[in-house]
DNA sequence: ATAATAGTTGACCGATTGGTTTATTTCGCG
DNA sequence: CGCGAAATAAACCAATCGGTCAACTATTAT
């Protein structure tokens, strides 16, 4: 009946691209509004609140880069693989982050999913959500590896949390030290949490 | 000649339990002054921003902490002792703020640092020197164990570095969750991190 | 064509932000 | 003692914060 309109998602754009660059606390609803080229009577039609939106943002941003997950961890590529594929693109979009915008920026959940804990529920709560469904890909690809005999993982899901874990770490180290640097030694930290067999497959 | 003060220790404590539990944009110099018990006038009278605070706190912040680590880092405890007795008191400090404030609270320099790093270049900076700090003792304790052959890690620094994001992660995750669970595990990813040789001492 | 409705706009709000100012109080030291 | 500098207090500031609102516009199903 009425007319149509893309505000919705160039606000969730503006939004998770200003407060991953900076922080939730400090990106305000005129700075995201700015942005998006919205105006704010806009913004409060489409979302009762600035956690609201950031909530939004984040479905948003994960449903964009679910399609890359599903293409990364493809039960058609081998576990390991998968994994080294994975390390191999957190580098690669991190250093075209850098490039773009002259900042390592970390994980878009990370970061604000630790700043706004204790203040905004809802956007802990979407933060840890999405964050256990990504680590359902790294799950089936260590399961994938211990069956066949490539990693010591008995219990998948406490490795692929472990795995998880380190990656995080590595990528808020980055951020802060606003370096690339830590992200080249994920391999090779995942490897020997996973125990992974025979570290070198001697040349082709 | 003139009078003495407190009030630069109670506002550096102040301010640093204030933006630990929420976040630095979330806590206000009001606040702060609140908690401290000292007027605003007080308040710049000893630091120049709020920003010149946190780098303040969080140094006075190290310089107490330190002493613990001297202690649960003495060379005279064996290498895997020491990185076992962090872990264990990691855990212990997490599960007493949590009974205190009713929130897992995660590491201070982590989450603040992830926060300002694209805003306030001090605190950053402040951050990731502490953060350097601290990977001393990891790195001291994984040489030492190194050197007795109970791990394999030739390049210790680099090793320190993966366990120290290892942790952090696990942390920030702790924060995210607000659950103590996952640094549970602590121990067992290192040591897999590590690649220490024999998992169990198999009993006295 | 038009009525109904989703979308848009910009002015507006009280509260709070980080930070300043000026006057006053305190007290160690000569 | 009393001087001078450090510390305190409270009032004050412009700017910005998240959020509201009523009037207006464009669309589209009928």
Redesign the pocket.
């Known amino acids: 009946?009425?007319?149509?309109?893309?505000?919705?998602e160039k606000l969730t754009d503006a939004a998770l691209a200003l407060i991953w660059e900076s922080s939730y606390?400090a990106?305000?609803?005129?700075?995201i509004c700015a942005k998006a080229n919205?105006?704010?009577?806009?913004?409060?039609?489409?979302f009762?609140?600035?956690?609201?939106l950031e909530i939004a943002a984040l479905e948003a941003n994960w449903q964009r880069v679910k399609q890359r997950w599903n293409d990364l961890f493809s039960p058609t590529v081998p576990p390991l693989q998968r994994l080294e594929d994975y390390f191999e693109y957190v580098l690669q979009r991190q250093t075209q982050l850098k490039e773009e915008c002259g900042l390592v920026l970390g994980c878009p959940l990370c970061s604000v999913g630790s700043e706004v804990t204790t203040q905004e529920a809802g956007i802990r709560e979407k933060a840890l959500e999405i964050m256990g469904r990504f680590v359902k890909y790294l799950e089936s690809a260590i399961r994938d590896a211990h069956a066949q005999g490539l990693v010591d993982a008995p219990d998948p899901k406490i490795k692929a949390r472990m795995v998880y874990a380190y990656v995080q770490g590595t990528l808020a180290h980055a951020r802060i030290a606003n370096s690339l640097e830590p992200l080249r030694e994920l391999k090779a930290g995942a490897w020997g949490l996973l125990g992974v067999r025979q570290s070198e497959p001697v040349a082709a």
Do not use: E, I, L
């Open positions: 009946m009425p007319r149509v309109s893309d505000a919705k606390g990106t305000s609803v005129d700075d919205v105006k704010k009577g806009s913004f409060y039609h489409f009762k609140s600035k956690a609201d």
